[in-house]
């Protein structure tokens, strides 16, 4: 594998979409003799036949084909790559778990958008512990659990107040608050990963029955089913209306903690306009 280099597959590729050596040899601007030498070290290090050569047409074999295709997607990631890396800091990816900034998601990316046109900002959903921050999916990352990782710093943006979410014909829904005890022998669904609901918000004594999930519209279909209810944050409410399924305020329980997670050692140019902003809007809101 050592052998297989990137100006190798690019020869292959260009071959195949011009037709003949002469051409791809004038479209990467080198000698006919210099595509033919490259093509034959690719050969020589995949151990196959790539190409069919008749005095009329070049064609891949069975084996050229998978490699062309194969060739094709690497130097697409490639590209991508180096596109990303050279861009500097143009792009902000900032990673949530089950939802963004609630509420304030839209008023977020509008006042990026206004304050900072030079850097796009994509907010991508990732359900992980980190929201992508830990698989480098992410530039930062909008959590609402305490950040563990040494690896990452993080502050406090705001507070949510926790929700029921529970079938629309729920008799608890009729409710215009819930608490806690009102739970308690309620089948309740969980996301050990990323939720901010645990057993431990309730007594000992009095702790519903739990159950796991992983995503929030598996979450969102039992719970309209009847089948379970979730305790959550606000912004779960604001980002995922569901019919059949109504979101009440738990009186008794503590507000969630929103937090701007980002990597202690290697913080985005852009963390502290995000932190900023983020906080304006949770003040303000």
């Known amino acids: 594998m050592d052998e297989v280099e990137l100006r190798q597959l690019r020869c292959l590729v260009a071959i195949v979409d011009e ?21 034959a070290a690719l050969e020589r290090a995949l151990g196959v036949r790539l190409l069919r050569r008749t005095s ?58 206004a304050a900072c046109p030079g850097t796009d900002l994509q907010l991508v959903r990732v359900n992980t512990a980190s929201a992508g921050l830990a698989e480098g999916i992410c530039d930062l990352a909008v959590v609402r659990r305490p950040v563990e990782d040494r690896r990452f710093d993080s502050a406090l943006v705001g ?4 929700l029921c979410a529970l079938a629309a014909d729920d008799p608890l829904a009729r409710r215009r608050t819930v608490r806690l005890a009102d739970l308690t022998g309620r089948i309740l669904l969980v996301d050990r990963r990323t939720g901010t609901t645990t057993p431990e918000l309730w007594p000992p004594e009095s702790r519903p029955a739990v159950e796991e999930t992983h ?13 379970a209810v979730g305790v959550t944050a606000e912004s779960t409410a604001n980002q995922y209306p569901r019919p059949g399924v109504v ?25 502290q306009a995000v932190l900023e902003l983020l906080s304006d809007l949770y003040r303000s809101g």
């Open 247 to 271: 979101y009440r305020p738990v009186r008794d329980a503590e507000r969630v903690a929103v937090r701007l997670a980002w990597w202690r050692d290697d913080p985005h140019p852009a963390q």
């Open 56 to 113: 009329r047409a070049v064609t891949p074999t069975a084996a050229g084909l998978r490699v062309v295709a194969r060739a094709r997607r690497v130097l697409a990631d490639v590209a991508g790559l180096v596109q990303e890396a050279g861009s500097g800091h143009n792009l902000l990816r900032i990673g949530y778990a089950w939802s963004a900034v609630g509420r304030h998601t839209v008023a977020f990316q509008r006042g990026w958008a």
């Open 159 to 162: 507070l949510e107040r926790r």
């Open 19 to 39: 037709g003949s050596f002469t051409d791809a040899a004038i479209a990467l601007g080198v000698s006919q003799a210099a595509v033919s030498r490259t093509l």
């Open 215 to 227: 995503d929030v519209d598996d979450w969102l279909t039992a719970i309209g089913a009847g089948r």
